[in-house]
């Protein structure tokens, strides 16, 4: 009996092995944002495409990700959505227990004005009546595959050229992929520059989902 328990144990710490990486827990959060090549999701983690090739090949073996090929190209993305829950469930525990990492995030995050109150269900209401403007800051094919409710794209790399397109009398919500993505922080640190009223959401597609709220895909 103690050599099939050890079994079990060993299997279920396969998933543990291949979470075990920084970057395999980065290529995970992009893979949330839809499926990638292996040149897209190296360019966007900073890491030469032979070392994104071998961290996805330890996320396929814990079946963690799959691939499919689109004519010359060959498309990685996550196994189900059980595999983003996993990232939000093991990032927000991270959270609550590590005092480096609070401190870190407080250093992305500062709203200094009343938007701070709404919760998520409020932010929801208000868009749908366009008394908030809910501006996904990601690039326009992330946007494509799933976004929250009613927001509207404007990649950041758009924004500065693109800012007579957003009216200036209704505050802004900006996202992008997550708590640890600095897309939305930049974001919002122009639109304030520029006079808008702008809160950052830190809340990505895969957090969102988690939480049981809608998701338009």
């Known amino acids: 009996m103690r050599e099939i328990k050890d079994r079990l144990y060993e299997q279920v710490a396969r998933i543990g092995k291949a979470v075990a990486s920084p970057k395999r827990l980065e290529l995970i959060e992009l ?3 839809g499926q990638k090549t292996v040149e897209a999701l190296a360019a966007q983690a900073q890491i030469s495409v032979k070392l994104a090739s071998a961290h996805l090949r330890e996320l396929r073996l814990a079946r963690l990700v799959e691939t499919r090929r689109h004519g010359k190209y060959v498309l990685y993305r996550l196994a189900d959505s059980g595999v ?3 990232w939000v469930a093991l990032r927000t525990q991270a959270e609550e227990r590590l005092v480096e990492l609070q401190v870190a995030l407080a250093n992305i995050v500062s ?5 701070e109150h709404l919760d998520r269900k409020a932010i929801l209401k208000k868009a749908a009546a366009g008394e908030v403007l809910v501006l ?8 494509a595959t799933a976004h929250l409710p009613h927001a509207h794209s404007l990649p950041l790399d758009e924004l500065k050229k693109r800012l007579a397109e957003l009216p200036k009398d209704v505050p802004v919500v900006a996202y992008c992929r997550g708590p640890f993505c600095l897309m939305a922080k930049d974001a919002v640190a122009l639109l304030r520059k520029k006079g808008y009223r702008a809160m950052h ?3 990505g597609v ?12």
């Open 136 to 143: 996904d800051v990601r690039p326009g094919d992330e946007f």
């Open 31 to 33: 893979l949330c944002q």
């Open 84 to 86: 983003a829950d996993l």
């Open 201 to 203: 959401l830190t809340d």
């Open 111 to 115: 709203h200094g004005d009343e938007l």
């Open 206 to 217: 895969a957090e969102w989902r988690a939480r049981g709220l809608p998701i338009e895909e």
